[in-house]
Nanobody
Framework: QAQLVESGGGLVQAGGSLTLSCAAS????????MAWYRQVPGKQRSLVAS???????TYAHSVKGRFTISRDTGKASVYLQMNSLTPEDTAVYYC?????????WGQGTQVTVSS
């Protein structure tokens, strides 16, 4: 069971944008709803956005209207477009199925938003 691989994080100023990518397998993408999660030190990992196999999306209240999740089953990838970033968005971002599968957690990608 391969881990998922996140990329695209970095340092950005408040108000800026980033797009995160998650590489999976086509079989995995086709079978499961997918989601992005984030975690800050000392806190539990929380769900940021999810997308079903049919493309139905849901968002945490704190990111609604600013973040967009999408999936490309052909490319076996999930994306998170993040706009109007704030320092409160600083975290390590992970992708996984929704609900998550413990064996699939990858290293995540760090997003740091400076004020």
């Amino acid at each position: 069971q391969a881990q998922l691989v996140e990329s695209g994080g970095g340092l950005v100023q408040a108000g800026g944008s980033l797009t995160l990518s998650c590489a999976a397998s086509r079989d995995f993408m086709a079978r499961y709803n997918m989601a992005w999660y984030r975690q800050v030190p000392g806190k539990q990992r929380s769900l940021v956005a999810s997308i079903s196999t049919r493309g139905i999306t849901t968002y945490a209240h704190s990111v609604k209207g600013r973040f967009t999740i999408s999936r490309d089953t052909g490319k076996a990838s999930v994306y998170l477009q993040m706009n109007s970033l704030t320092p409160e968005d600083t975290a390590v971002y992970y992708c996984n199925a929704n609900p998550p599968q413990s064996v699939r957690w990858g290293q995540g990608t760090q997003v740091t938003v400076s004020s």
